[in-house]
């Protein structure tokens, strides 16, 4: 059924984008766009029980769970901590893949020919098998000429993280792309 949805998605997104974009901001997940306020789709007491995900002095990052009608199970948003409007400048979709990573790096696949359809004009990297704390992750990274970036990437966790192998499609400004390759 996720796989039924995700093509659906993928289908739908492609209308809603012209082959020519260059803006992270042309990029929605669930109709939610980089720029938009977050208080926009959810209220202060969801936002407030959502789980922290991230979180510095300067942005916040928290999960939610996705409504039933989602193409994603979960979804992950940053802010600047200091925003009272809460202005998306980080936006993810998550999908589990219990246990198979090789469902999940074919879902990543056909989502990463998507993007570089829809965003010609990026610079697409391949990196391969990374390591990370808990296990190993596939990315492919879109950069867009602000500085702005997209990435699709499966993460493969150890069973002793208790994480789910899962697919994410991740959205970052400018400013927070930045941001999280200074301190990372």
Request: aromatic share 12%.
């Amino acid at each position: 059924m996720k796989r039924l949805i995700l093509y659906l998605f993928l289908i739908l997104f492609s209308f809603q984008v012209s082959s020519q974009a260059n803006d992270i901001k042309d990029f929605q997940i669930d109709g939610i766009s980089i720029g938009d306020s977050l208080l926009d789709h959810y209220n202060e007491k969801e936002i407030s029980k959502a789980l922290d995900v991230y979180s510095d002095k300067k942005y916040t990052q928290k999960t939610l769970l996705a409504n039933q009608s989602s193409s994603y199970e979960q979804l992950q948003f940053a802010y600047k901590s200091s925003d009272r409007k809460k202005i998306i400048v980080g936006l993810g979709g998550v999908i589990f893949f219990s246990n198979n990573i090789s469902k999940c790096k074919k879902e990543m696949k056909k989502i990463s020919a998507e993007v570089t359809n829809l965003f010609p004009n990026t610079n697409k990297k391949e990196w391969g098998k990374s390591k990370m704390s808990g296990g190993d992750y596939f990315p492919i990274t879109f950069k867009f000429a602000d500085g702005s970036a997209a990435m699709v990437a499966c993460y493969e966790w150890n069973k002793e993280s208790g994480v789910e192998d899962n697919l994410k499609v991740t959205l970052y400004s400018a400013e927070f792309s930045q941001h999280l390759n200074k301190n990372n």
